[in-house]
């Protein structure tokens, strides 16, 4: 443990078993937090559940979709009920897809991926917001991306776009709410980070998602300009800790 910033807090990570979340939920619990590390994959959550008990820490770890209300309820019961009330929520997992020109888009598809990147971060802020407003201290960070910021940036990912666009407002309109109570909700742009989402686009069919938007990610890795989840995550965990709200945090 480096640091007691939020010794003995409760933090729940979403997406928390690779690429940046991992990160966040690895700093948060050297913090002192307490962590439940949520995402669809258990083998994934149970490796960064070992590492944090490995340093000393507490975590658990539950498997859930973000992209289901139901699950997202449960979710938040277990883990108050196992850790006591959510205190640092952030709000990481988020789904690239569906990629492509858009009049070639199964609708369902880009309402899953509303579901997940915007549904699921507001249903599980409003969850956990009560009892934080009630103890008067609170923290909830909203990744987003560089594209809400240029959404011409990124043609071909309409659903991404608009959706992180979307979590964005959100985060901001809500700010204005909390101001004063000590809970605060703020935006996080982690930059471009050298994770599986990255590779996942790099492996799709240029024909289909179209040449310039795999091009722009081919490029990216082969600048080695990516950077690692970790240094990505440390530009959070370094706001986190303040009283900020209503900022955006953009590592870019
Ligand atoms: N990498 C970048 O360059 C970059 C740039 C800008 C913004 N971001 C944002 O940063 C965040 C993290 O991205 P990353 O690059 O670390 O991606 P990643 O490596 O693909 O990790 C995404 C995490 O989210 C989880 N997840 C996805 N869908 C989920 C669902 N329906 N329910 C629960 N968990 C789900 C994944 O686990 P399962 O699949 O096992 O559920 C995984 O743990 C995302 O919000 C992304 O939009 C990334």
Do not use: C
Request: charged share 20%; hydrophobic share 45%; glycine share 10%.
């Amino acid at each position: 443990m480096t640091t007691d910033a939020f010794d003995g807090r409760v933090a729940l990570v979403t997406g928390a078993g690779r690429g940046i979340g991992r990160a966040i939920a690895l700093g948060l619990a050297s913090d002192g937090a307490a962590v439940a590390l949520v995402s669809r994959t258990e083998a994934e959550l149970n490796a960064v559940a070992a590492e944090v008990r490995a340093q000393g820490g507490t975590a658990l770890a539950v498997a859930a979709d973000v992209g289901d209300t139901d699950q997202i309820r449960e979710l938040v019961s277990r883990v108050t009920t196992e850790l006591g009330p959510v205190e640092i929520l952030i709000n990481n997992a988020a789904v690239v897809w569906p990629l492509g020109p858009s009049a070639t888009i199964d609708p369902a598809d880009w309402e899953q991926a509303a579901r997940i990147n915007v549904i699921g971060p507001v249903t599980l802020s409003l969850a956990v917001l009560p009892p934080m407003i009630e103890r008067g201290w609170g923290r909830i960070a909203n990744v987003s991306s560089g594209v809400a910021a240029n959404p011409a940036a990124m043609i071909g990912a309409n659903a991404y776009t608009a959706t992180k666009t979307a979590l964005e407002a959100h985060t901001l309109n809500l700010s204005g709410e909390l101001a004063g109570t000590g809970v605060t909700v703020n935006v996080f742009r982690p930059g471009t980070v050298d994770t599986a989402m990255q590779g996942w686009i790099r492996k799709q069919d240029p024909e289909r998602i179209g040449t310039a938007l795999h091009e722009r990610f081919i490029t990216m890795q082969q600048s080695g300009t990516l950077i690692t989840p970790e240094r990505s995550a440390s530009v959070l965990l370094e706001h986190i800790r303040g009283r900020a709200n209503g900022e955006i945090w953009d590592v870019s």
